[in-house]
């Protein structure tokens, strides 16, 4: 990044940061000419982006993340082959939907090569990821690249502080056990500047666009995770989630995507916007292409015992028993879900719909029980914004950061929350066990379903209805996004009777006139707390899994 002086503007430095980006792109993988218009060219994640790949790099990167890890485990490919490929597609990405904040494919190339040298000695892999890429959400730090976190005022500090002597040097704990495992880490992908958006734009690289639709949001936090994997520039990456961030730009880019409940995969040392408040906590998971490649992800870093290096980890191994369970529970009776489709505020749009019914439709074809189940429903932000004097998105402004920070609570208003989230999370586990009365397996149910968002996407600085998702993160249970189908605006036609329930229904609804089409959608698949293993992921590729519904 080129030198500023102290008096260079907001302006100076986000150009600077942008520029410095774009040059790490070798001149061989610049597309040529101007980029296409939206208009030119909506949809760049398959064939148009493939134009500019090699046959080879299109197998290579149109793998999924398991059979990657079989290949390159067993010598049939090198890792610096699929670190290459990746790396091409993912510099071809960022030009097509600005996804990237930091890129360091000359160091991923580098461990590459020591991982097939690895290989070539020892005849076995280095770990279970080996050389598996692993794209990054701009929150974990890795050494030699920094983290801004779309804050023009962090450029080339630690976190908006100077002379830390972490600058560059310091490492999250995920990053740490992602190299032990033997995955290559070759960049790091674009979020809102303060995290706490279903969009993701920020000053220095702009806005991240849907690469199934560039006139839609690929959405956010951990937006830019979502456009590179849906553009086949990753197989697999890490974001975060406190309100929806993992789970919203899975749905909008036709991913897979886990929630896990707090504290069941390393979240120390990665940045944040309001660190410390412990009222609803981030929780750290992965998104990829398939049930399986979760699932993968997820083994491979309980396997390093997590709760030995971060103290928030729950000290709980990958629980093999209860995946076992809950798949001999599916072919003996039946699973038993509870669903709801509309939470009383916002009524979901008809591809929404089409894909709810079209889920309890198999559901029901596969022999399992479903019930309807009633629907109830920061001042460092602002810091870090004058840091550099950068203004914040639009999106934002009309958020709850608009204007000046609000009053800060005092510990007896946390300490009250806290009380309240308790007795909720109670209440609704009782509520819970209860089902076990009308479930007809002799078990509570084994999970709900809903609607993931009231629309497929969004245009942007359009999407700002977030209850579908935050809720989850209320209660803290996991969950996991399966895509189910694809916005159709030639099946999915207008509501005719749309009565609204709500101000902000009525306004919502207003954007369904937008044409959502080669978006997919997905639903939302909830576990009790701690039971991810045995029914987001443990069902995966059984006759009565999750991913076959």
């Given amino acids: 990044m080129a030198h500023l002086n102290s008096s260079s503007t907001w302006q100076d430095k986000a150009q600077s940061k942008r520029e410095s980006v774009l040059s790490l792109i070798p001149p061989e993988w610049r597309i040529p000419g101007p980029v296409p218009s939206v208009e030119e060219q909506v949809d760049i994640s398959g064939p148009y982006i493939e134009q500019f790949l090699s046959a080879r790099e299109v197998e290579l990167t149109t793998t999924d993340a398991v059979k990657i890890v079989e290949r390159t485990s067993t010598g049939q490919w090198t890792a610096e082959e699929v670190a290459r490929a990746f790396a091409h597609r993912a510099a071809l990405a960022h030009q097509l939907v600005n996804c990237l904040h930091e890129i360091f494919f000359d160091a991923a190339i580098e461990d590459a090569k020591r991982l097939d040298a690895y290989y070539a000695r020892h005849k076995a892999p280095s770990g279970p990821l080996h050389g598996l890429p692993v794209s990054l959400k701009d929150q974990f730090h890795v050494k030699g690249v920094e983290t801004h976190m779309g804050y023009v005022g962090w450029i080339n500090t630690f976190q908006g502080r100077t002379d830390t002597g972490q600058e560059r040097v310091f490492e999250s704990e995920l990053v740490r056990e992602l190299r032990n495992l033997g995955a290559v880490l070759y960049c790091k992908t674009s979020v809102?500047?303060?995290?706490?958006?279903?969009?993701?734009?920020?000053?220095?690289?702009?806005?991240?666009?849907?690469?199934?639709?560039?006139?839609?949001?690929?959405?956010?936090?951990?937006?830019?995770?979502?456009?590179?994997?849906?553009?086949?520039?990753?197989?697999?990456?890490?974001?975060?989630?406190?309100?929806?961030?993992?789970?919203?730009?899975?749905?909008?880019?036709?991913?897979?995507?886990?929630?896990?409940?707090?504290?069941?995969?390393?979240?120390?040392?990665?940045?944040?916007?309001?660190?410390?408040?412990?009222?609803?906590?981030?929780?750290?998971?992965?998104?990829?292409?398939?049930?399986?490649?979760?699932?993968?992800?997820?083994?491979?870093?309980?396997?390093?015992?997590?709760?030995?290096?971060?103290?928030?980890?729950?000290?709980?191994?990958?629980?093999?028993?209860?995946?076992?369970?809950?798949?001999?529970?599916?072919?003996?009776?039946?699973?038993?879900?509870?669903?709801?489709?509309?939470?009383?505020?916002?009524?979901?749009?008809?591809?929404?719909?089409?894909?709810?019914?079209?889920?309890?439709?198999?559901?029901?074809?596969?022999?399992?029980?479903?019930?309807?189940?009633?629907?109830?429903?920061?001042?460092?932000?602002?810091?870090?914004?004058?840091?550099?004097?950068?203004?914040?998105?639009?999106?934002?402004?009309y958020s709850e950061f608009e204007g000046q920070p609000g009053p800060q609570y005092t510990a007896t208003d946390i300490s009250r929350t806290n009380i309240a989230i308790r007795e909720y999370r109670k209440e609704y586990m009782e509520r819970w066990n209860a089902t076990q009365k009308v479930t007809g397996t002799g078990r509570p149910i084994d999970g709900i379903i809903s609607p993931l968002a009231p629309s497929p996407s969004s245009e942007p600085l359009r999407y700002r209805y977030y209850s579908y998702t935050t809720w989850v993160n209320v209660i803290d249970y996991p969950s996991c996004v399966i895509p189910v189908t694809t916005a159709d605006q030639n099946v999915d036609t207008p509501l005719t009777d749309f009565k609204p329930l709500s101000h902000i229904d009525e306004d919502i609804m207003k954007d369904c006139k937008s044409d959502p089409s080669l978006i997919p959608y997905p639903i939302l698949f909830l576990a009790r707390r701690w039971m991810k293993t045995s029914l987001t992921m443990g069902q995966t590729s059984q006759t009565s899994s999750i991913e076959r519904l």
């Fill in 192 to 397: 809102p500047h303060s995290l706490m958006r279903g969009e993701t734009v920020n000053n220095i690289v702009g806005y991240t666009h849907n690469p199934k639709n560039r006139h839609l949001t690929c959405g956010g936090s951990s937006g830019g995770e979502g456009a590179l994997i849906a553009a086949r520039g990753s197989p697999l990456g890490f974001g975060t989630d406190i309100g929806g961030s993992i789970r919203i730009p899975s749905a909008f880019c036709g991913l897979y995507g886990i929630k896990p409940s707090t504290g069941r995969l390393p979240y120390e040392g990665v940045a944040n916007s309001m660190d410390g408040q412990n009222s609803a906590p981030s929780a750290v998971g992965p998104l990829s292409h398939s049930v399986p490649s979760l699932r993968l992800a997820v083994k491979a870093i309980l396997s390093q015992e997590p709760w030995n290096h971060d103290p928030n980890v729950i000290c709980m191994p990958w629980r093999q028993e209860l995946e076992t369970e809950v798949v001999e529970n599916a072919h003996n009776g039946g699973l038993a879900f509870a669903y709801f489709k509309n939470d009383a505020q916002v009524t979901p749009w008809p591809p929404v719909q089409r894909a709810m019914d079209d889920v309890l439709e198999r559901i029901r074809k596969a022999g399992h029980k479903s019930k309807t189940w009633q629907y109830d429903g920061g001042l460092d932000v602002h810091e870090s914004f004058r840091l550099s004097g950068e203004p914040m998105s639009k999106d934002l402004m």
